[in-house]
């Protein structure tokens, strides 16, 4: 079965702080569904289009479980934390069995 990723990118971030209440949500969405971070905010080369702000990568051990999770009670009210005026890219993305 092929695992499933949540890919994130903060295309700038003024004030990382008001991330706080987010992050500590979406972590405890995250372990109780079963995903493990794999990048969280460290180094980045971008090339062409690329944005070298802030990466999450996000694995689980199926694609199904990444939807299940974004979709869960608990993930959804990390999202209501998300603070206004945060613009990211975040899309969920099938590995390659």
Avoid at 10 to 28: F, G, H, M, W
Avoid at 50 to 66: N, P, Y
């Amino acid at each position: 079965m092929a695992k499933g990723y949540w890919v994130s990118v903060y295309p700038a971030i003024s004030d990382p702080e008001r991330l706080t209440s987010y992050n500590k949500l979406a972590r405890q969405a995250v372990q109780a569904g079963g995903g493990r971070t794999l990048s969280r905010g460290g180094r980045v080369v971008a090339h062409e289009a690329g944005i070298k702000e802030r990466v999450v990568l996000v694995e689980f051990d199926s694609f199904e479980q990444a939807v299940a999770t974004y979709e869960s009670e608990a993930y959804q009210k990390a999202l209501v934390a998300l603070p206004d005026g945060f613009e990211r890219d975040f899309r969920i993305v099938e590995g390659v069995d």
